[in-house]
């Protein structure tokens, strides 16, 4: 059974940093997509980011270009999200999830969370202006 754990969440002035951390098990082969999606108080999930498993292949919505960064440690089996010069508007539940994927591209735009299904709980930052 795939699990996903998030961790590293919690509160933060405009502008600060946070490192979300992301830890995997019970994957049967090593053909995925990773990625973070994040969800605001009455606002639909949206994707962040997605890394092709073992591989530098990544995806960044438009909205995080330049202060998002994406990475794996796959020792350690763990994804994670650098998160820098955060915003207000940044203030959501991150989610960690993965879906099989025969090619290395795991894009995160517009309903792509659809294609995805497995799923952590989600950690929750918040950043305060």
């Known amino acids: 059974v795939v699990q996903l754990v998030e961790s590293g969440g919690g509160s933060v002035e405009a502008g600060g940093s946070l490192k979300l951390s992301c830890t995997t098990s019970g994957f049967t082969s090593t053909d995925y997509c990773l990625a973070w999606f994040r969800q605001a108080p009455g606002k639909e999930r949206e994707g962040v980011a997605g890394?092709?498993?073992?591989?530098?292949?990544?995806y960044y919505t438009d909205f995080v270009k330049g202060r998002f960064t994406i990475s794996q440690d796959t020792a350690k089996n763990t994804l994670y999200l650098q998160m820098n010069s955060l915003e207000p508007e940044g203030t959501a539940v991150y989610y960690c999830?993965?879906?099989?994927?025969?090619?290395?591209?795991?894009?995160?735009?517009?309903?792509?969370?659809?294609?995805?299904?497995?799923w952590g709980r989600g950690t929750q930052v918040t950043v305060s202006a």
């Open positions: 890394l092709y498993n073992g591989r530098n292949s990544t």
């Open positions: 999830a993965a879906r099989k994927a025969y090619v290395a591209f795991c894009y995160t735009g517009t309903s792509s969370k659809h294609e995805y299904n497995f």
